[in-house]
């Protein structure tokens, strides 16, 4: 089993930055993707960004790509989302994921079928 707790979130205005954090324990952290997702007030979740296992590739959502940047730090066991100029339509519990690499087939870092560990979340509010 592998466990993720993300933290780093909090009240910012807008045009400020944070960085979320994820650290995973229990299992090799170096052998799965992970992925962000956040969940809207009143919405539904949605992808936000993917690191595959090896750090080579890194995927964004088009509403964050300029903006936001992930890593990861396999030695910490942990994997970073540095989001930049943040607006308020960024407010959301943000979630971190974890999941195996090939994905099953049919899906892909994008979907959150793919990822087979899920963190509770920490909340992100951004204030106009």
């Known amino acids: 089993q592998l466990h993720l707790m993300e933290s780093g979130g909090g009240l910012v205005q807008t045009g400020d930055s944070l960085t979320l954090s994820c650290e995973a324990s229990?299992?090799?952290?170096?052998?799965?993707?992970a992925g962000w997702f956040r969940q809207p007030p009143g919405k539904g979740r949605e992808f936000v960004s993917a690191?595959?296992?090896?750090?080579?590739?890194?995927y964004y959502a088009p509403s964050v790509r300029t903006r936001f940047t992930i890593s990861r730090d396999d030695a910490k066991n942990t994997v970073y989302l540095i989001m930049d100029n943040l607006q308020p339509d960024d407010t959301a519990i943000y979630y971190c994921a974890a999941g195996q690499q090939p994905t099953p087939i049919g899906l892909n870092l994008l979907n959150e079928e793919a990822y087979d560990y899920w963190g509770q979340g920490t909340q992100v509010s951004v204030s106009s």
């Open positions: 229990g299992r090799t952290f170096s052998n799965y993707a």
């Open positions: 690191i595959s296992w090896s750090g080579g590739n890194t």
